[in-house]
């Protein structure tokens, strides 16, 4: 009898340590699929996140793309306008000097020789210059008189090129310009556009020298104050604030009023926004 009981203990003993050891399992089998639903989630939420990032940024892309673009075609449409208004008013200041040397439907007056009849040529001018015959001088005045024109042929077809973005040869061009007619009326002018052709081509240390020369060189020239908002871009662009702002700051307090001082403004609230 005693044996019997024993037996049975020793039965429930097995059985109830089987069920626990049952049980243990199946709750971890439990938790370890709670952990991989959980993973799941998680990995499923973040890819969402990612995904939506991907968007927004491929937006941001397309809005820069689109920004660019129509930032590219201001600035094209502001240099072309520029352009022509340049051109134009050169082409006024040389129909003004025309008008005033050579006024239509009036006749040369020709003073008369002495002794001689009215009207008639003036004798020869003097022989002044050793070794320099009179047809020397004659050609030589002659090449001065369509000097202008040339002048002008020369200035627009720069300008023509410069236009239509042949950088390369607007540069060749405007250095031509100031080497053939130094001292011409669109000699400032000429070197300015100079100093653009390597601004939007940034080459910006070429670009630097080329406006500076038109600050030195050309004192009285309407080209000083854009000269010296170009200055005041690149030291932008070069990252050297301290210089950007005081040129920006000179071009404010000096062209008050003015289209390039708001310009200049703008970039010197750029800077403040920038932490420059």
Known sequence: MWLTKTALLVCLLVYGSTASAVSKDELEARVQQLERRLDSRSLVSLMEQVSALQREVQQLRGDIEVQTHSMESLQKRQRDLYLDIDRRLHRLEAGGVQGQTDVPGTA???????????????????????????????????????NPAEQRKDYDRALEQLKEGRYTEASSAFQDFLKKHPGSSYADNAQYWLGEVYYVTRQFQLALSEFGKVVDGYPDSTKIADAKLKIGYIQYELKDWTKAREMLAQVVQVYPGTTTARLAQERLDRMKREGH
């Not at 002495?114 to 047809?135: D, E």
């Open 108 to 146: 040369a007056v020709v003073p008369a020789r002495p002794g001689g009849a009215p009207g008639a040529p003036p004798p020869a001018a003097p022989f002044t210059s050793p070794g320099r015959s009179s047809t020397a001088t004659g050609s030589a005045a002659a090449s001065a008189a369509l």
